[in-house]
């Protein structure tokens, strides 16, 4: 069984906690405060190695997400996505997808 837990934030601790989570390399404040209140997060850690290694490649690399981690959870491919697109991931492009194979990168 999961559960979920919300709370409320006012639009000043909101800021405070987006600049924490992409201080530390989290890829959203939920994850953030997933850490904080229980001392670790796998798949934000693991988000946080993909990131790391992405900034290691060489530009012009192109590059599946199974290519960086290999079997990786389904929700790191949406951070990856989510964060290309909004530019929390910079000099990565998104190439899309061919048919029914994973959505490919480019390092830039």
Same mark, same amino acid.
């Given at each position: 069984?999961?559960?979920?837990?919300?709370?409320?934030?006012?639009?000043?601790?909101? *800021?405070?906690?987006? *600049?924490?989570?992409?201080?530390?390399?989290?890829?959203?404040?939920?994850?953030?405060?997933?850490?904080?209140?229980?001392?670790?997060?796998?798949?934000?850690?693991?988000?946080?190695?993909?990131?790391?290694?992405?900034? $290691?490649?060489?530009?012009?690399?192109?590059?599946?997400?199974?290519?960086?981690?290999?079997?990786?959870?389904?929700?790191?491919?949406?951070?990856?996505? *989510?964060?290309?697109? @909004?530019?929390?991931?910079? @000099?990565?492009?998104?190439?899309?997808? $061919?048919?029914?194979?994973?959505?490919?990168?480019?390092?830039?």
């Amino acid at each position: 069984m999961s559960y979920r837990v919300q709370f409320t934030v006012s639009d000043e601790e909101k *800021e405070q906690l987006r *600049e924490k989570a992409e201080k530390q390399g989290f890829p959203n404040i939920a994850e953030y405060c997933k850490f904080c209140a229980l001392g670790k997060n796998n798949t934000a850690e693991l988000y946080k190695l993909l990131v790391s290694r992405i900034e $290691k490649l060489p530009a012009g690399q192109k590059f599946f997400l199974r290519d960086i981690i290999p079997n990786p959870p389904i929700l790191l491919g949406r951070w990856l996505f *989510e964060n290309i697109t @909004n530019g929390s991931i910079a @000099n990565v492009k998104h190439l899309g997808k $061919k048919g029914a194979d994973a959505e490919q990168y480019q390092k830039i």
